[in-house]
Structure formats: C-alpha cells, structure tokens
C-alpha cells in the first residue's frame, strides 16, 4: 500500500543488519504433547491460546494446550501482551472506536491509556489497575479500501468499513460479506446553512446539482444565487455513495472536494449558499434536507428512521473478520461491540446503535396522514380501520426488516435486529406482551397482491425470530403477523429508492389482551 512506503524505505536501511538475528529470535519449535507431532517454524503470533506460525507449509494455528513450546521465540510465561490490528475508515477509525474500546476496558475493570502516534494511527494500552499492559489494541485510520486490503495482507485483524467490499476490493482477495458484523449506523445527509429556506429535495434535484446540471438556488425554490456544492473526493466511500447511488455517474467539475465530513459540515454551515453531503454523525450546526418524490412527502435523517432504515441513505458501519482464527482479545472485542452495552455508547459520539427502542404512537401522525392522503381506489377507509385497529395501543418497535433486493432473505441489518431483538426477548424484555409483525409493500400491482406479499414477508420474519429464541423464552409472549399490503406509505412511491422504503416490516409490541 502507498502509504506503507515511507515506512518500508526507513526501515530497509537497517533491515540487513538485524536480519539474521530477528530471525532466529522468533524460531520456535512447536511438539505435540505425545511427542509424535513437531512444528517448525517463526512465531508469527500468540494471543495466550494459539500460536500462528509461518511454517515452510504456509501459515499454521495451533492451540497452545495441545503443544509443548522450544526455541528462543517462544513467549515468557506470564509476560504475554496481547495485540490485535484494526485498520480502515477514518469516520469509524477515530469518530466511533475510541468510545467502544474504552467501553470495553471499563466493562472488564480495566485502564486505558490512548497512545497517538501521528494524525492516522493511534494505539490503546489496556492494563489491569496499577498491574501491567495486558493488551494494544493498534488503530489505522485510513480509507475502507485501505483496511480491506491490509486485512487481505495480514496487517490487520478487523477491517473498519462504511462500506461493502466493491469489485476492486473482491479483486484483490476473497472478503467474505458473512464475516462481517454491524457495529452502528450513520448516513450520508445532504446539509444545507441554517437560514437556507430549501428543506426538502429529490433525489434527482441533488443528481443535478452534483453534476453540475442544477447551478441556482432559484431552480429550487430559493434565491437566484450560485449553488456552491461540497463533497468528500474520490476515493471515499462518501464520494464511492454519490456515485452510486445519486449522480449514477462522474461528479461534477465545480464541486469542491474537501477532505473530511466536519470541514464540509462547517463550510456548509457558515455560507448561506453552499450545500454539501457529509456524514449524519458529524453535520454539526448545518441543518440536515429531507428527501422526497414528487409526491411532496419528506423522509428526514432522525435517529429513530436510521435505526428502522426508513431513510434511503443510510450507511451501516462495519467491522470485517479475516478467514483466519481472530486472537482471543479481538474475538472478546467484537462480542462487545454487538453488545447493547456497546451500542449505548453510539450516540455520545453521534453515531447511531441499533439498540432497539419503542416510537411514540404520536409519532406516527404525520405518516397516518399520508396514508390517507394516498390511499387508493383498492385501499379504502376500510383498509385504514382495520390497521389502526389491529396496531390500536401497540407502539412501535425501532427496528425495521427488510430484504436483500426485495427478494425473501433478510439484509445484514435486519439479521442484526433479529439478533437483537432474541436478546431483548430472552431477557424478559417482552414478557407478557404481544409482538405484531406487520408486513407492508409498494403501490406496484394489484392491492389484493401486495397484501399477500406483506403478510408473507412478515410470516419470513416471525419464523426468523423464533428460529433465534429457544422454547422457554418464545412461551413468555404471544407473536402474530398481518399485512397491510400499500397502507401507509413512508416515501413516495414514484421512486426506486421510495418503493425499497416501503417495501417493510415493522413489529408493533403492547399488552397482551
């Protein structure tokens, strides 16, 4: 990698005089307990349970218990440092995991001290109180690319990612999508000055003006003045989601590129005619845009629509595995990091955990009104009552489950709520209450259609969740499922992106009757 160059020439220079004894200082000898089994080789690794050895057979993992340990390589007894690698997006890099490491030292009694070593790399010392180090955990902030390929190169333990791998990334080596785990939630939000009085846009009217097709306020709405647009540069995955999902194609040429979401956020903040796109964690005083079709209803970035993934721009941060065993602390780490102790720490760094919470049924007044409003010559008043009276006292759960291109196999999120949610329920969270599931569609097709469809996603979901909940657990609350097919729409529907919205299942929890 180009960044790793400079520190690869510093250390050429001294590399042949240390060589031959760095070498034979790492050479272990590994033996079966029966004796019948011997490694040879150098110590790539020990986490206190395995050794990772570079053998002449290629790289091996072998637990320490079954094997006796020789050769000056070998690690003292009772000296052992236990150290993992993450590498990869800056946002998460240094925005999110600093708060979970030290969550996760306090959660085990432990101190951390944040070591920094320059603007990209910083390394967290754990250690028992007034004991020694016990653990480094070494962080690499760069871009998601970067961290995919320094987990493909060995250089990393867990790669840090707003993104999933692309083609170039497969390109390079195999990084398997089931081997990542969600750690929270952010979204790309198209921020505008506190006085500009535009509050809501297509997101064709952003496609224009990132491609430079839409260059006056006035075509908005607004002032006759200049559009002066921000964005992340290439290379991103900031700029990697413009692409690709709101100019379809090459950014404009006078978009200004800065380098980070807050310097957007700022600039943005400070001209009353600037727009940008930046991260939700970090929009600052800019005031974030509501999308919308041409139906005229906004979806807006809140807490609540980025925990349900009612908003179309929201970014799942991620944290990747290599096929390799992890070392026994990075495995401690990312159960942690899936834990809800971990997700409460979210919203202190402005993130968004995926804990899951109850919406006020207030809340729902402005969405009940579009339905209304959008109701059809299939979906009457009819339709409308018996929604309202099936949810009738229930409130509604902030996790929503959708499916991987609306086909019948839940995304990575929504696996995430299910896992969530088998938590909250084992733990007595829902006992004594009803679970609803209700399944919701698109306009597209037939009404009779699309309520069938609705129900049966939401039939999809149910099982998933008493598939993760054992016997016992699954007694102590009651769980049904309906659908309401088109009723009660989020977004538009003249949109690809309004009718992904749409297409839903929500779970409505109250009393049992």
Known sequence: MTRNVPRLAALAAIF??????????QDITLTSRDGTVVLHGTLIQYDGEFYRIGTEYGPMTVDGEAVRCSGPGCPVPGEHVARIAMSGARSIATGLIPPLIEGYARQRGLHATRVIHDDSRF???????????????????GSTAEGFADLLAGEADIALASRPPNAADREAGPVATGRAQVLGLDAVVA????????????????????????????????????????????????????RARITEGPIGAGVKRLPGDKAIADAVAADPFAIGLTGYAHRGTARALGLTGDCGYPVWPTDAALKAGDYPLTVRLLAYRPARRLPRLARSLLDYLGSEAAQALLPRAGFVGQDIVTLPFAAEGPRLAHAIASAGRDVGLAEL????????????????????????????????????????????????????????????GP?????????????AVRRALAAALDGTAAERLAMRSVGFGELSPLACDDTPWGRRVNRRVEIWVRPQR
């Open 123 to 141: 390394t967290y010392r754990l250690a028992a109180p007034d004991g020694p180090v016990l653990a480094e955990i070494a962080v690499q902030a």
């Open 16 to 25: 042949l005089l240390v060589v031959a004894r760095t070498a034979s200082a």
């Open 385 to 444: 009552q018996r929604m309202v009276a099936e949810l009738d006292g229930a409130r509604r759960l902030s996790a929503g489950f959708r499916f991987d291109g609306g086909a019948s196999g839940l995304d990575a999120g929504s696996r995430v709520n299910v896992d969530l949610l088998a938590r909250r329920i084992a733990a007595g969270g829902f006992d004594g209450q009803e679970l609803i599931f209700a399944g919701f569609s698109d306009a597209e």
């Open 447 to 459: 009404a009779a259609l699309n309520r069938r469809l609705s129900l049966e996603r939401a039939e």
């Open 191 to 242: 921020v505008v000055a506190p006085g500009n009085p535009v509050t809501a846009l297509r997101l064709d009217d952003l496609k224009g003006i990132f491609t430079g097709r839409i260059a006056n306020w006035r075509e908005l709405g607004g002032p006759d003045v200049a559009i002066t647009a921000y964005a992340r540069p290439d290379g991103t995955a900031s700029a990697a989601l413009l």
